[in-house]
């Protein structure tokens, strides 16, 4: 009884373990800003955020991005778990004054893996970056589920105190 | 016997969740208007076109998306085009109706040149199979943890007034 007792416990620590926060991330020749205007990390289906690529290898030109969802991971499902792991965006924008720049509005929480392929003035492939974007888990959604699984915790636990303790009332008798 | 009762509330549960889930795809088109684009969810879609100005090149193209149900600034992004032809490729990953709009600006004056927004009408899924399972499987393995720890709890209880050598009262 007690080892299953563990085991409960480790696996609810588990599951509510909140997530990390890292925004981007900056890698040799490209770094990664995610602008949020309404102040605050980037929630998931709520903030359309500006992400803003500062090149230092070239002024002027364009940069073929691709942007993928986070991979599926067991243990974590999100909102929309059709997106997960499939591409986003695929599409050339331009660099201005070393900058390009997109609004988006992330849709789910995790790490997204974005190509960046810098393309010179006739349109061949120049130098290529992987990039990453961490988007965290809207803390208002956290709450929630933090709630949500402690009111089946509770519910579980007042089922079994008195399922047990009217099963040891009849074989009392 | 008491996990004969727990195996039935799994069951049960289990098959109110499933017939219950609808697909939450937006069918009919609630604006009106005609509808110049299919995505489904989890798939890029491209689009290429060509806007028309009487000024010369190079400009500037913006390509906006905006989901309709809430007004929601999905994506916005810009590139330059000599002609004022464009190419976009996104994901839409709401299964509602999106309005895309395409604008052609003047680099220099930053005006918009010409403009055109088109519909766009994105079929959603359902979750699948899988991820339902195992969400109902996560949902019921916490009311399960809860149970344990009740059951715990008065096995503790017993024990104690065991230890103390008094007669079971039953709880």
Redesign the interface.
């Known amino acids: ?1 007690q080892k ?2 563990r085991v ?2 480790l ?2 620590i588990l ?1 509510l373990m909140p997530t990390t926060m890292i925004m981007g991330q900056e890698e040799e020749g490209v770094k990664v800003e995610i602008n949020n205007e309404n102040g605050g990390e980037a929630r998931p ?1 709520l903030d ?1 955020v500006n992400v803003e690529l500062i090149f230092s290898d070239i002024e002027n030109g ?1 940069a073929n991005i691709l942007l993928n ?1 986070p991979e599926r991971k ?1 243990f974590s ?1 999100t909102d ?4 997960e792991g ?9 660099v201005e004054n070393g900058k390009a720049a ?4 992330f ?2 929480r995790g790490d997204y893996p974005m190509t960046v392929e810098v393309l010179d003035e006739n349109g061949t492939v120049s130098a290529t970056h992987l990039l990453n974007i961490h988007i965290p888990e809207n803390p208002d959604e956290v709450k929630n589920a933090i709630i949500f ?1 402690g009111i ?14 009217r ?3 009849t074989h ?2 | 016997m ?1 996990y004969k ?1 727990l195996l039935f509330i799994l069951g049960f549960a289990f098959i109110i969740v499933l017939s219950t889930s609808v697909v939450m795809a937006h069918d009919n088109n609630d604006s009106g208007r005609s509808v110049d684009h299919h995505a489904e ?4 879609y491209s689009f290429e076109g060509k806007l028309e100005a009487e000024e010369n090149g190079p400009y ?1 193209i913006q ?1 906006h998306a905006v989901r309709l149900e809430d007004d ?9 085009s000599e002609d004022g032809s464009y ?5 839409f ?2 299964g509602a109706e999106h309005d895309v709009t395409f604008s052609l600006i003047n680099p220099a004056t930053n005006k918009v040149i010409a403009e055109k927004t088109e519909l766009v009408e994105v079929q ?2 359902d ?2 199979m899988f ?1 339902k399972v ?2 109902i499987f ?2 019921v ?15 503790l209880r ?1 024990q104690r007034q065991r230890t103390k050598g008094g007669a ?4």
């Open positions: 009884m299953l007792f409960g416990i696996l609810s599951l289906d359309t364009s969802s067991f499902p929309f778990p059709i997106v499939t591409e986003l965006i695929h599409s050339i924008i331009s997109f609004d988006y509005m849709p789910i699984v089946l915790v509770l519910f579980g636990f007042l089922v079994g105190l008195i399922l047990t303790a099963r040891g009332r009392a008798i | 008491q009762g969810v989890g798939k890029l500037e390509f929601a600034q999905i994506l916005t992004m810009k590139n330059t190419q976009f490729a996104a994901q990953f709401d959603g899924f979750p699948p991820i195992k969400t996560f949902l393995m916490m009311i399960g943890i809860g149970m344990l720890l009740g059951m715990g709890v008065i096995k017993r079971l009262h039953g709880i």
